[in-house]
């Protein structure tokens, strides 16, 4: 298993602000993913993010909303930019762990993010 | 089309009982594995249980149980002897062998009465 951390934990911000949210993992992991979870609807993946390359980004997402860092194998940074109210959500940062064809992932606790 | 599809939006437990969530999914790739999860209110995402495509034997963990049946592409999963603090969303999901992505259901939230 592997133990996340996240920070902030919440936070309210104001439209046209930015937030920049940490995700800490105890082990060294290749796969860091951040996901967004709009309120009352299920996870969305934004981005996969790999130590020493550019993050993957998916359909709907694109770098200058949603900046990704990952400057070592433990750590990895999401920032979301010129907020809106629609961007309004929890925010989860998620890694594998295990040696098996299929490792269960492992989620932090999640920033819940409100914009007004 | 969906690949995982999760029909109960919301379900009513009286305490003790047993539960089934039901998951059914759908793919083309030989190999794949079935997860579910559990969020609290707390909005944590709580790994439960898994489940391989080529394993022979439904997977349990404690209380949980996963009612797998392959060929009706269903993976349902069963609380047994539920508890107030199952009062959950429940998240099937489901990873296929040619992709590292997982793909998530709907979910199902979960209200067990005392």
């Known amino acids: 298993s592997a133990v996340i951390s996240q920070k902030p934990s919440r936070d309210i911000c104001q439209r046209g602000t930015s937030l920049t949210i940490q995700c800490q993992v105890d082990?060294?992991?290749?796969?860091m993913f951040w996901y967004r979870q709009q309120p009352g609807q299920s996870l969305t993946l934004i981005a996969t993010?790999?130590?020493?390359?550019?993050?993957?980004?998916e359909s709907g997402f694109v770098i200058d909303k949603f900046p990704i860092s990952r400057p070592n194998l433990t750590f990895s940074t999401l920032t979301v930019s010129n907020m809106s109210p629609e961007d309004s959500s929890i925010y989860l940062c998620?890694?594998?762990?295990?040696?098996?064809?299929?490792?269960?992932?492992?989620f932090g606790p999640g920033t819940r993010l409100t914009v007004l | 089309a969906q690949k995982i599809t999760q029909t109960q939006p919301g379900m009513f437990v009286q305490e003790k009982e047993a539960v089934t969530l039901d998951c059914t999914y759908d793919?083309?790739?030989?190999?794949?594995?079935l997860f579910w999860y559990k969020q609290p209110s707390s909005g944590e995402m709580i790994f439960l249980i898994y489940?391989?495509?080529?394993d022979q034997q439904n997977a349990t963990e404690g209380r949980y149980s996963l009612n797998f049946q392959k060929a009706r592409k269903s993976a349902n999963l069963v609380i047994s002897a539920s508890q107030l603090g199952d009062s959950a969303m429940y998240f099937c999901?489901?990873?296929?062998?040619?992709?590292?992505?997982?793909?998530w259901g709907a979910g199902t939230k979960l209200i067990i009465k005392p």
């Open positions: 998620s890694v594998e762990a295990g040696s098996g064809p299929y490792n269960e992932q492992f």
């Open positions: 082990s060294q992991v290749t796969m």
């Open positions: 993010a790999n130590q020493g390359s550019e993050a993957t980004y």
């Open positions: 793919t083309s790739d030989p190999s794949y594995g």
């Open positions: 489940q391989g495509s080529y």
């Open positions: 999901a489901m990873r296929e062998y040619s992709n590292y992505q997982l793909i």
